[in-house]
């Protein structure tokens, strides 16, 4: 830290570098080759490998193929349902995360007095283990005790047994979900300050109404940062597993079994690793395609800055 | 829309999110008579802040705040430390091969922890690490793709000059790393320390799957099982959860600066 803007001037003649060794570089990135081939493409492809074995957990192992891919989409009525729930919750649950999202941040980005405290409020429940946030919503779900229904008891509504009822135990889980919506959100802000202010500006000067300003700057301007937040949260629909283990333990009557849970169950409940590593590829595979869909589609949507400079000079 | 309009819409989402933590530390303090009254009771009659010593006695709580400590502060130190060195690998360097790491780098975020938690379950057993701390601690000593993003980003916007500067005053790469780079990028560091922090800290499937020993649980698991073993006891558990949040909230006010300017700031570039 003793470099001084003098000889940081003297010597700008560039390229009169020290060559440095071809090693070096590998060196410096060597922790995270390293940590990928141990921590991730090694467990990945075993993973692959053990899908392809009856694999129980002590004992012998066989080789049999695809059979627990077979065994699974044929003969396994579990994997569908759990499959069901998982897509049921990713429905209810990836909208109304982006569409929360995206109005808490329109609020933001309001000029609202306070804006600072607000952000931080809506964005402290992130911050929270998901362990925490089961004890906290166990106790607001509570039937007879719960502060929920009897707050919903003010607007004349007869609250639901939350979480023993199972028509609503999913419901229940994604509104506990939605309390961490503040990553979305600040994605969302960041978005939402980057548009240039000339646009909304020149849209209001002649004279398109707010909620078309919305629709039509707002919306296409925020698509990579949408395109973002829905990638990221499918994956993490299709990975709940901490609030259906705690807050449900997969019931009542099966209703909040995830995927995940089935794989957690196969896996440390039946000791039968070749068949959850199997159903863990194929929830990678829905994910990936999933996201590739959600990408390849965006460039309907999607409008990089560079198009939108092109639509902004043929409107004016 | 009108101004009133949009502070109440503002004012209810507030309430909404910060509630349920209110809620939980009125529960903390209340009696059990006051427990289970309806309708509840909003402010406790007599504020027992007793309760937080009893709850903490009903487990070996001290033994799994240790072990959280242990893990919080070892894995944070690791992946400070081999971020960072990672990130100026990819930040001040050209190698045959690095931008297609780099964008190895980025799409193993996109990996779900399911798909490795099997494996690596195994792995860590076959290692002799199922119920020790490591597996908890030594993969974050190797880096993580999206703290090795967040840090090169911030290399990247280090002037040239200066790296030429320093190599012209003889530093080699190691003391352009140690000396230059790691000063330069504290606010950087702050960030990803705090979210390591947070995430060892909260972590639940980690010690869920690798601990099996009560000897060994971290905070979180300690509250799940006091959970499963005196579900009713709501008082101890609403105690336990407030000392559970309290960490990664204090961290956040001081750190929120960082965090917000980051995801702000990173976003814009992008």
């Known amino acids: 830290m003793t470099v001084t803007t003098d000889t940081v001037v003297a010597t700008s003649s560039r390229r009169r570098r020290r060559p440095v060794s071809h090693m070096v570089p590998w060196l410096f990135i060597s922790p995270w080759i390293i940590g990928f081939v141990a921590f991730t493409l090694g467990p990945m492809l075993f993973s692959l490998y053990m899908s392809f074995f009856d694999w129980p957990i002590v004992g012998e192992r066989t080789f049999i193929g695809l059979d627990n891919y077979v065994t699974m989409t044929t003969l396994d009525p579990q994997f569908w349902e759990s499959l069901w729930i998982t897509v049921k919750f990713a429905l209810l649950f990836v909208p109304l995360n982006i569409a929360v999202g995206f109005l808490l941040a329109l609020l933001l980005n309001a000029g609202l007095k306070g804006t600072g405290v607000l952000r931080t409020l809506f964005y402290l429940p992130s911050v929270i283990s998901g362990v925490a946030l089961v004890t906290i919503f166990s106790w607001l779900y509570s039937y007879r005790f719960g502060v929920l229904n009897y707050l919903l008891g003010f607007v004349g509504i007869d609250g639901p047994n939350w979480l023993g009822d199972p028509s609503w135990a999913l419901v229940a889980i994604v509104f506990a979900s939605l309390w961490g919506v503040g990553s979305t959100m600040l994605i969302l802000l960041a978005g939402l300050q980057a548009i240039p202010r000339e646009l909304y500006e020149a849209a209001r000067i002649s004279g398109v109404p707010a909620w078309a300003r919305t629709l039509y700057i707002t919306l296409p301007m925020l698509g990579p940062m949408l395109l973002f937040s829905i990638i990221t949260s499918i994956i993490s629909a299709f990975q709940q597993l901490t609030l259906a283990l705690l807050l449900t333990e997969g019931g009542p009557l099966g209703s909040t079994y995830f995927f995940a849970m089935y794989i957690y169950d196969n896996a440390f409940k039946y000791f039968d690793m070749g068949y959850a590593a199997a159903m863990s590829w194929i929830m990678f595979g829905i994910v990936l395609l999933l996201s590739l869909a959600v990408m390849k589609s965006s460039s309907a949507w999607v409008h990089y800055e560079g198009e939108v400079r092109g639509k902004k000079g043929d409107k004016s | ?270």
């Open chain 2, 1 to 270: 829309m009108t101004r009133p309009l949009l502070y109440g819409a503002a004012i209810f989402m507030a309430a909404l999110f910060v509630a349920p933590f209110v809620w939980t530390l009125l529960t903390a303090v209340k009696t059990e008579a006051e427990l289970y009254t309806f309708p509840p009771s909003f402010l406790p009659e007599t504020w027992r802040w007793e309760n937080f010593h009893t709850a903490w006695t009903k487990l070996p709580f001290t033994t799994f705040l240790t072990n959280s400590t242990i893990v919080v502060v070892l894995s944070t130190v690791g992946q400070l430390f081999s971020s960072s060195l990672v990130a100026f690998g990819f930040a001040r360097f050209r190698f045959p091969g690095r931008d297609v790491l780099f964008v190895v780098v980025l799409a193993s975020m996109m990996i779900p922890w399911d798909v490795k938690m099997i494996p690596l379950y195994m792995q860590f057993n076959f290692l002799g690490w199922i119920n020790t701390l490591k597996p908890l601690i030594v993969p974050a000593w190797f880096g993580e793709a999206f703290f090795i993003f967040l840090l090169r980003q911030y290399i990247m916007s280090v002037p040239m000059e200066i790296d030429e500067a320093a190599r012209m005053d003889g530093a080699n790469s190691w003391q352009l790393y140690w000396r230059i780079h790691l000063p330069l990028m504290l606010p950087a560091l702050v960030l990803v320390g705090t979210f390591q922090f947070m995430n060892a800290w909260n972590d639940y499937l980690g010690p869920l799957i690798f601990l099996n020993d009560q000897s060994k649980y971290t905070l979180t698991l300690g509250l799940s099982m006091f959970k499963g073993l005196h579900g009713q006891d709501f008082i101890s558990i609403a105690a336990i959860t407030v000392v559970l949040c309290l960490p990664p909230l204090v961290l956040f006010f001081f750190a929120q600066r960082y965090i917000m300017d980051s995801a702000l700031g990173s976003s814009v570039k992008g």
